[in-house]
Nanobody, 124 residues
Framework: QLQLVESGGGLVQPGGSLRLSCLAS????????ISWFRQAPGEEREGVACISRADGSISYADSVKGRFTISKNTAKGTVDLQMSSLKPEDTANYYC?????????????????WGLGTQVTVSS
């Protein structure tokens, strides 16, 4: 059974850092395109960062470029999201998602597997 479990969320002050981790079970992270999405209250879910299945290429939302880094550890079965210089507008529930598609997509509907999410709150 394919499962994704996120961890690492919490409360952090503006300018601080957090590292989220997505643990995959039932499949190899090297065989799927893996993305991180986030959803703030009253907002639509949006793509944040992605590693493609095809060639491992990485893409980021413009709002997090230069601040967030996505990385994959195939041996551990994890995909991490290192977040730095956090802003209040980064506050959201962060979800890990996986799909057999070859390339990254920013569309929620194009991902088959989702974790339950981990809450990130950026506030002083």
């Amino acid at each position: 059974q394919l499962q994704l479990v996120e961890s690492g969320g919490g409360l952090v002050q503006p300018g601080g850092s957090l590292r989220l981790s997505c643990l995959a079970s039932g499949f190899s992270v090297s065989d799927y395109t893996i993305s991180w999405f986030r959803q703030a209250p009253g907002e639509e879910r949006e793509g944040v960062a992605c590693i493609s299945r095809a060639d491992g290429s990485i893409s980021y939302a413009d709002s997090v470029k230069g601040r967030f880094t996505i990385s994959k550890n195939t041996a551990k079965g994890t995909v991490d999201l290192q977040m730095s210089s956090l802003k209040p507008e980064d506050t959201a529930n962060y979800y890990c998602t996986a799909d057999l598609r070859l390339h990254c997509s920013g569309y929620v509907s194009e991902y088959d597997y989702w974790g339950l999410g981990t809450q990130v709150t950026v506030s002083s």
